[in-house]
């Protein structure tokens, strides 16, 4: 079973765990797992009723998002020519950017649990990733498919407002 291991980075308020580089006939892309600890972001009131923590299950891909989205998710992080190159930190510029697609998220306040559904989520995704990044990821309905290359309207949008 593929693993979210690789941590790209952990701070106060999030933290995010990538796998090993999978590609299943489209693209080189890395599953990824966010962890956002809620009580940084929210209020008292809005943490008791959504929970503690939010877990999200993502594929990214800089292959899939080219080139022209990297610089840009690059520029928004201020990260230097000298370090470009280097994979993993595409990978985090990228999921911090917000180009990437969302598989599954589940909230709660049982950490342990909600990694535990997370990981089962990551082993459904594994066998069934074209139906995962079939799904719509907006009201749009723009795909897993239309995310991860950076186009959040969704390529069925894009050719009906032509």
């Known amino acids: 079973m593929k693993k979210c291991t690789k941590v790209l980075y952990d701070n106060d308020s999030q933290k995010v765990m990538v796998s090993g ?12 797992v966010k962890i956002m600890y809620l009580e940084e972001y929210m209020s008292e009131d809005e943490v ?24 840009k998710a690059f ?16 990978y985090e510029s990228l999921i911090e950017y917000g180009i990437f697609a969302v598989l599954a998220s589940v909230h709660g306040n049982n950490l342990g649990k909600l990694l535990s559904e997370i990981n ?37 949008f894009t050719q009906v407002t032509q």
């Open 21 to 32: 580089v999978e590609n299943y006939g489209d693209f080189n892309f890395r599953f990824a």
């Open 48 to 71: 008791k009723e959504y929970g503690k923590y939010d877990l999200t299950l993502l594929a990214v891909s800089p292959e899939a998002a080219g080139e022209e989205n990297v610089n």
């Open 75 to 90: 520029e928004s992080m201020g990260i230097e020519e000298e370090y470009r190159s280097n994979e993993l930190v595409q």
């Open 120 to 156: 089962n989520e990551l082993k459904m995704a594994n066998m069934l990733f074209g139906f995962y990044m079939d799904r719509p990821q907006n009201a749009l309905g723009a795909t897993g498919w239309d995310w991860i290359k950076g186009d959040l309207l969704g390529s069925y």
